[in-house]
């Protein structure tokens, strides 16, 4: 399985940009999606995820209410759409794709639950 993200790019702080990411294979419709973020010097923290019916989604507390996370099953395409972009917002964003088919988390979902990751793109905020 392959992933590409994209959307990434320079924008104020204020503003939004929305990331896709899209998964080549087949059975996307069977494995819930996360977005994980690195920022210079830091490690790799939780975005957002989504179940793999769409029916659960869950947030970081540093994002909930400016991110929404969706997919779209035909398009075998995950969405981060980020609003109210703050500065420490900067990083590297990735998506990745859970190891196990059907999974609802009970908690934060962490990276080692994740076993296909894209490649990043880079979202930058300034003030």
């Known amino acids: 399985v392959q992933l590409q993200a994209s959307g990434g790019g320079l924008v104020q702080a204020g503003g939004s940009l929305r990331l896709s990411c899209v998964v080549s294979?087949?059975?996307?419709?069977?494995?819930?999606m996360g977005w994980f973020r690195q920022a210079p010097g830091k490690e790799r923290e939780f975005v957002g995820a989504?179940?793999?019916?769409?029916?659960?989604?869950y947030y970081d507390d540093s994002v909930k209410g400016r991110f929404t996370i969706s997919r779209d099953n035909a398009k075998n395409t995950v969405y981060l759409q980020m609003n109210s972009l703050k500065p420490e917002d900067t990083a590297v964003y990735y998506c990745?794709?859970?190891?196990?088919?059907?999974?609802?988390?009970?908690?934060?979902?962490?990276?080692?639950?994740?076993?296909?990751w894209g490649q990043g793109t880079l979202v930058t905020v300034s003030s």
């Open positions: 990745a794709r859970d190891q196990n088919a059907f999974r609802v988390q009970n908690g934060t979902p962490r990276p080692d639950e994740y076993g296909s």
């Open positions: 989504i179940t793999w019916n769409g029916g659960r989604v």
């Open positions: 294979g087949r059975s996307f419709s069977n494995y819930g």
